[in-house]
């Protein structure tokens, strides 16, 4: 044998585990489409109910499954105890797949983990493997918890301004919520910390980001972890079209009702609808959802409004019959597609960051409406360092009236204001685009760990 058959039998072989929810697993889909692209094999690790609900996926992406302990769905189990029987659980079984993937002629070389699995790395070092934790949130939110975590950042926060190195100064209202009130959701306070309890075992740290986007809280961080942006990662033919079969995720929660909204949309003037999705989790409260409802139709704009069928009963009764000269109500849409859109002049967000990144990447100011989680930070850096949309303030009940979510609205389509946010919406789009094109950020990041992967794979000279 040769030595160019030799490499390709030892084609570089990455195990790729997502947390298992949608905004996890689309990232780590579309690194693994990039590291494909580029001749590493690749291996979804999914759990058995997801690979059970599971779409096709991307024909270079082969899928196993390990166990999170709940086979069937794990239902209404809170997420401490699902944590701690995934850990027990995926432990065993994940590192059973690496054994049998070594036994079929497929050993693995690398194990591609998200950090709220932090047990993976260590399975990966027990196999000798390399370890590659992906954190799906921005630089910026994981350097807050980073800070936390190691005691730099104490909890319960001061009223005052909030510092953290590589950061603009923070109000209270702009950090995490879990972090603002870790006692509102305790176990996902311990699990966005615990992505760093053994980070320092990861050979590489990758971040869907891109350098541009934060320059100083990463040059921050990668002083003390070996933090690379690898973003952001939406599918090609949205950004650099250097792969051209890379159109969609690839795995969707809810069926989109595309021709009905694009089909809609090709009747609107340019810059004239305002598109408005919360995402597959966020759930409004009914108050907020009748102030959203009524602050769009005072809005006097077109308006295309993603309601998923949980949340139907929230709307104003026959408000969606009254509204149906101006705005079109769906359950779930292709929202790169509407993003994309040339009637599309505005997006009402809750801002998480899969959403953040994709407005970015296509250009959309933003009106942001955050609920929870990271958004509030998101929602920062979108109206004050990015500055490409407004953050809408709410009320001494946490509610965002119906004339502030009108006057937003026209602020960022009518008003002067608007006109600076639409320049720097399309400065990031290029920058974005630029980030993953050949020889932009992320892509060099992304191609010194191939070469990382590749030269430990090649034959000893003889």
Known sequence: MDKREENIVHKPHCLVLPYPIQGHINPMLQLSKRLSHRGIRITLAATKHLFKTKQQLSGSISVETISDGYDEGKGDVDLEPYLARFEQVGTQTLSE?????GNSGRPVDCVIYDPFLPWAVVVAKKHGLVGAAFFTQSSSVNSIYYNVYKGQLKVPLPDKEIIVTGLP???ISDVPSFVRDQDSHPGSFELVLNQFRNVEEADFVFVNSFYELEEEVIDYMAKFLPVKTIGPTIPS??????????????LSVYKPDTNTCMEWLNQRQPDSVVYVSFGSIARLGEEQMEELAWGLRLSKKHFLWVVRSSEESKLPKDFAKESSETGLIVSWC??????????VGCFVTHCGWNSTLE????????????QWTDQSTNSKFVMDVWKMGIRAKTDDNGIVSRETIASCIRDVMERERGEEIKKNAVKWKEQARKAVDEGGSSDKNIEEFVSSLTSNRLPNPS
């Open 237 to 250: 033919m949205y950004l650099d079209k250097r792969l051209p079969e890379d159109r969609e995720y690839g």
């Open 334 to 343: 292709p929202q790169l597609d509407v993003l994309a859109h040339e009637a």
């Open 169 to 171: 100064l923070l109000k």
């Open 359 to 370: 407005a970015l990447s296509l250009g959309v100011p933003m009106v942001a409406v955050p």
């Open 97 to 101: 797949l690496l054994e049998k993937l």
